[in-house]
């Protein structure tokens, strides 16, 4: 069996880590440990049986999981499946393969569908998180020439994955100039998206009546029905809530067990993130969620780390509620969770706030800690480093730590107005990010 030694080995590692699993322990019945890193390096060979074995600790299926890593596989894999390997996970890989059809491109090579590549570029820079890049792709895309049929198809990808990004971004008006593009070219196997797309980002504007309309239309699309059924469940229950209508823990409950059935993880969490914004007592299973990735115990982080986000986002709810209620006692167990999650998941940003309400709490309960509170609050500010210098996030913890730094200044209408600004922004970094309770654009 011929392998690409070296991206198998690297995939592994990934895994791995993202399990928790350390190094001897993968090892263990296996091989030795200096065998196990050398496999992690691409070095010397590795038999079947050790691969199986591989796989089972690290739950995956041994079939799906070795048929990315054959050589002839790697070089021959057109590229609508790198797209697949992408959501495996398998970024080495498909980074080395776009790489390998870039040179080929430079090369003349015109058997190669450059709309497909540049659009799977797009989405890989996305994935990665270089979003600007990924927008410098994805815009080029439209001002190609077409050549293949399926390539007014890649420009209708294009328009839904960019009116996904710029949703993120918060830029409302370029979302949905760029979903009624995509509804203009009604490509019949991505209309449905941006159909979705559309009621999506009415249920989010708070307009319940446009939402509706595009729900109409999305429940006579068979095909959409079949893949995104579960979104449709979920966005009516919201309007339904959103509209007034109450919702009992059964009704609550009902949803779920439908969506966990599915294994839809993603919409799990964002039910369980709308319930306890409802019914913010109820959090003994959200608890144990929350302990269940902080141990790997049935969690696996996803590609667009949304799930990884809101799991952070709804321990830093729990944390406000008490610390507004001085519940110190509960304040300090949910902020070991929190602390847990932003050392498993060091890569996001929002871990700001974390440390941000651990100064608060060393505020309220041991006040002349200035140590502490100030070195809580620059660790909130390393984690704000790719955030513009003057965001309102950083604003509030500089305030903050000028507090704990220089005298009190003697002018009374410059510290009231410092105050002024301080108060009014401390509400724009309180947990009420209503994307976490809808699902996610599709694309």
């Known amino acids: 069996m011929n392998l690409n030694k070296l991206s198998l080995g690297r995939y592994i590692r990934q895994l791995r880590r993202e399990k928790g699993i350390l190094l001897k322990d993968l090892a263990a019945d296996i091989c030795s440990i200096g065998k196990m890193s050398n496999i992690e390096n691409g070095i010397g060979n590795v038999s079947e049986e050790e691969l199986e074995k591989i796989c089972e600790k690290l739950n995956i299926n041994y079939s799906d999981f070795i048929s990315n890593f054959q050589t002839d596989a790697i070089h021959s894999k057109p590229l609508d499946e790198l797209e697949n390997q992408l959501f495996f996970g398998l970024y080495p890989i498909v980074k080395e393969q776009l790489d390998m059809i870039e040179k080929q491109l430079e090369e003349d090579h015109h058997e190669i569908d450059k709309f497909q590549y540049l659009y799977i570029s797009g989405l890989y820079n996305y994935l990665m998180e270089d979003i600007d890049k990924s927008l410098d792709i994805l815009h080029s895309i439209p001002n190609e020439k077409p050549k293949y049929s399926n390539n007014v198809r890649d420009i209708h990808r294009t328009y839904n994955l960019l009116s996904k990004i710029y949703f993120e971004m918060g830029n409302e008006v370029e979302t949905l100039e760029l979903i009624n593009k ?38 006579k699309m068979k095909e959409c029905t079949n893949l995104c059924g579960n979104k449709i469940l979920y966005l009516q229950f919201y309007l339904e809530l959103f509209e007034g209508e109450n919702k009992t823990t059964s009704d609550f409950n009902e949803l779920l067990e439908i969506l966990k059935e599915h294994k839809d993880y993603e919409l799990t969490y ?38 990884d986000k809101m799991l952070i986002y709804i321990t830093q709810y729990m944390i406000e509620q008490v610390l507004r209620e001085k519940n110190y006692k509960d304040c300090e167990r949910y902020l070991k969770m929190a602390i847990s999650l932003s050392e498993k998941f060091p890569d996001l940003e929002l871990n700001y706030y974390t440390y941000f309400l651990n100064a608060q709490f060393i505020k309220h309960t041991d006040p002349e800690n200035y140590d502490e509170q ?16 003057f965001s309102t996030k950083k604003g509030v913890i500089h305030y903050e730590l000028s507090r704990l730094t220089e005298p009190q200044s003697d002018n009374r209408h410059q510290r009231l107005a410092l105050e002024s600004f301080y108060f009014s922004y401390l509400n724009e970094l309180k947990i009420s990010n209503i994307s976490y309770w809808l699902p996610d654009f599709v694309y």
């Open 182 to 219: 995509a509804l203009q070219i009604n490509d019949p196997k991505e209309v449905w998206k941006s159909t979705f797309n559309a009621a999506l980002f009415y249920a989010y504007k708070g307009k319940p009546i446009e939402c509706r309309l595009y729900l109409n239309r999305l429940k």
């Open 270 to 307: 964002s039910l369980y993130f709308l319930k306890w914004s409802i019914q913010p007592r109820e959090w003994s299973f959200l608890e144990n969620f929350i302990k269940d990735a902080i141990d790997c115990s049935g969690y696996k982080r996803h590609a667009n780390k949304k799930i």
């Open 374 to 389: 100030m070195k809580l609050y620059n660790k909130a500010l390393k984690c704000l480093s790719n955030t513009n210098i």
